[in-house]
């Protein structure tokens, strides 16, 4: 059934708005899947932060020179799904790829490479790369520790001060109640 014209414009700008809110995305393809299957990657695409969406390719192409983004035409062939990073990238490419992992999706999926920040065209071993790397909430997690452990060093520092300062003071009165005590007896 062929698409309508205003139907395809639609399509190219939901792309291209995609693409604006992306800061990469990976090409799938994804033959075979029931559609329960799918709707489990959508899913696990969008608790990681991204969005799964199956495309025509010429309107993908489209909507790719539009956004300004680097068009990976060998990898624009045949059935195509497009995944989405917003400003999640690598938890995404790590979403697909244990989707396919877990559900052993081999045969009937794969990632053709992608595009990361407009520019950068990916290989599949690319993608895999860049799943690896810590996702978003696990990059913050490990820069407040950063600016967290010297806070904390210098709590520990502070605090040994504190009690260095009242074991004086208690040697202190502890050697003034002896003496007090030698005066009382004499």
Do not use: C, H
Not at 126 to 134: G, H
Not at 138 to 163: F, K, M
């Amino acid at each position: 059934m062929p698409i309508s014209r205003e139907r395809k414009e639609e399509l190219v700008a939901e792309y291209k708005e995609l693409l604006d809110e992306s800061n990469g995305f990976a090409l799938v393809a994804a033959s075979g899947m029931s559609v329960g299957q799918t709707q489990n990657l959508r899913k696990k695409v969008y608790e990681a932060g991204g969005v799964y969406v199956v495309a025509k390719n010429t309107l993908l192409r489209i909507a790719l020179e539009q956004a300004g983004w680097t068009v990976p035409d060998e990898e624009l062939q045949g059935p195509t799904a497009i995944v989405f990073g917003r400003d999640n990238f690598p938890g995404v490419a790590k979403a697909v790829l244990g989707f396919i992992k877990d559900e052993k999706m081999d045969e009937k999926m794969s990632v053709k490479g992608g595009v990361m920040t407009g520019e950068d065209v990916l290989s599949p071993a690319d993608v895999k790369a860049i799943s690896e790397l810590p996702t978003l909430p696990e990059l913050q997690a490990q820069i407040i520790g950063l600016i967290v452990a010297p806070s904390r060093n210098l709590v520990t520092i502070l605090q040994n001060a504190e009690s260095g300062v009242v074991n004086v003071l208690q040697a202190w009165l502890d050697k003034d109640d002896n003496e007090g005590g030698d005066d009382e007896a004499a």
